[in-house]
C-alpha cells in the first residue's frame, strides 16, 4: 500500500512539473524586420540621409578648394617661382588643411551617429514599449530576439545573482 503511495505521489510530482513546464510560454520577434517595416524608420532614414548629404556637400567643397591650393602650389614650385623657404611655408599651410579636413570628417561621422540616435530613440522606445506590453498581455516568460539573438522581455521572476555569487565565493 505505501509503495502505491510512494508511486501516486511522484506520479503526482511529475504531471506538476510538467505541466509548469509547459506553462512557460516563449515567442520572437525579427527586430530588425520589424524596424525596416516601419514607416517612421524610413522616414527618420530620410531625414538621416538629407543631413547627411549637407554636412557631405560641406566637406566636398573644402576639399575641391584644397586641391586648387595644391594644384596652384604644384605649378608655381614646378615653374620655380617659389624659394625653398616659400615651398616650406606652402607645404605646410596644406598640411594644416588636410588636418582640418580630417577633423571635419571626424566631426561629421560624430553629427550623423548623434543624429542617427536622435532620430531612433523615441522608434526603439515605442517597439520595446510594445513588445513589453505583448509580452505581458499573452503571458510570455520571455520574447527573443532572432536577429540578434537576445532576449527582448522577460517575465519578472526571481534574481538569483546572490546565490550565483555564494556559489562561486564571492
Not at 64 to 76: C, D, I, P, S
Not at 89 to 117: D, G, H, P
Amino acid at each position: 500500500m505505501r509503495i502505491q503511495n510512494l508511486k501516486t505521489i511522484i506520479l503526482g510530482v511529475f504531471l506538476i512539473s510538467a505541466v509548469s513546464m509547459n506553462a512557460q510560454k516563449f515567442g520572437y520577434v525579427n527586430s530588425a524586420q520589424l524596424l525596416a517595416e516601419l514607416p517612421a524608420v524610413k522616414s527618420a532614414d530620410s531625414e538621416l540621409e538629407t543631413f547627411q548629404k549637407q554636412l557631405m556637400s560641406s566637406g566636398e567643397a573644402m576639399v575641391k578648394q584644397l586641391e586648387t591650393k595644391y594644384q596652384a602650389y604644384a605649378k608655381e614650385a614646378q615653374e620655380g617661382l617659389l624659394s625653398q623657404v616659400q615651398m616650406q611655408k606652402k607645404e605646410q599651410e596644406l598640411a594644416t588643411e588636410q588636418q582640418k579636413i580630417q577633423q571635419f570628417e571626424v566631426e561629421v561621422q560624430n553629427k550623423i551617429i548623434a543624429k542617427r540616435e536622435q532620430l531612433y530613440a523615441p522608434i526603439l522606445d515605442k517597439v520595446k514599449v510594445a513588445i513589453e506590453a505583448v509580452g505581458k498581455e499573452q503571458g510570455y516568460t520571455m520574447i527573443f530576439d532572432s536577429s540578434a539573438g537576445t532576449i527582448l522581455h522577460a517575465s519578472e521572476s526571481e534574481n538569483v545573482m546572490a546565490k550565483v555569487k555564494t556559489k562561486m565565493g564571492i
